[in-house]
């Protein structure tokens, strides 16, 4: 299982929101570009970057940003937040991301989300945020009439790269991951599920690791708070697997 540091930005700052609530946000740094090494130093193997008001607005507000980042590190780093359309893929991919992160335009626009994965394999990650079982969309502003099950099994014949499955109450909530949601996902699909949302402790990634068939976990308040060790979490994730 990979451990996946969550780097989240707002205003060009690194920032945590707890529930998705932009007006709810801790500033964990202003060079998020350095926040991005650190982790890397510590041995992380991809990073989960966020244009957060990009998410909310429809459309990349951060990307000068997060292009700092993407030349900052070597590793993988996949890119989310207002990515709407071909253009906006075509540009974070030409911008060296290893995959982009759609949520909202995945729920809205299925033949568009045909369009893109026929035209960058496997290069397309679809973010499905649960809110009580249900998809939220537009920066989880709004929730949508369609299950996160039922939202999995219809995209499975598409090359996706991955689900990134998150309980939308629990993150940056530090009370822990759904895991009974979770192997709910794990089950529902065979396209790899990333787990975010809730986790706050090295117990979590134990709990974690016994979801059989769970690519990868997604962490950032329990890091920027000191709660969970990046090196620790990912030796452990090793030794298990």
Known sequence: MMIIPAIDIKDGRCVRLRQGKMQGETVYSDAPEQVAKRWEEQGAKLLHVVDLDGAVQGTPKNFEMIKKILKAVKIQVQVGG?????????????????CVVLGTAAVLDLQGLREACRRFPKKIVVAIDSHQGWVAIRGWQEVSDQLATDLARKIEDLPIAGLLVTDIQRDGMLTGPN???LRVMVNATRIPVIAS???????????LLKIKGLY?????KALYEGLLNLEEAISIAKVTN
């Open 179 to 181: 895991l009974n949601m």
């Open 216 to 220: 990868g976990v997604i962490v950032g």
């Open 197 to 207: 949302g809730g986790v706050r402790s090295i117990e979590d990634i134990k709990n």
């Open 82 to 98: 207002g990515i709407r359309d071909i253009a906006g893929i075509e540009s974070y991919l030409a911008a060296n991301a290893s």
